[in-house]
């Protein structure tokens, strides 16, 4: 974590932390998991949302850059990027989606 500083607090539907790559400069989107507890370690879902965001590489899927651990928290280390998907597609004027 010593390489990431701390910017901001964002997110919708979790805890997401802007922050800034102390060597290079890059900002990040960090998510933050809660561990419960030590005996169960890493919960499956986040090891399966991490396994497939290291295989996906694609313009339109936000890039995982790193993988944290720290205490009793997980961070995910993620391209930053203006706006999620809902912000996105709120911002279409209506009648311009189509949805199959």
Known sequence: ???????????TYGVV????N???GQVVAMKKIRLESE???????AVREISLLKELQHPN?????????QESKLYLVFE???????????SIPS?????F
């Open 95 to 99: 009648g311009t989606l189509h949805f």
């Open 1 to 11: 974590m010593e390489i990431y500083m701390y910017v901001c607090s964002l997110g």
């Open 17 to 20: 932390y802007k922050g800034r």
């Open 80 to 90: 930053f990027l203006s706006m999620d998907l809902k912000k996105y597609l709120d």
């Open 61 to 69: 899927v936000v890039r995982l850059l790193d993988v944290l651990m």
């Open 39 to 45: 005996e169960e370690g890493v919960p499956s879902t």
């Open 22 to 24: 102390k060597t290079t």
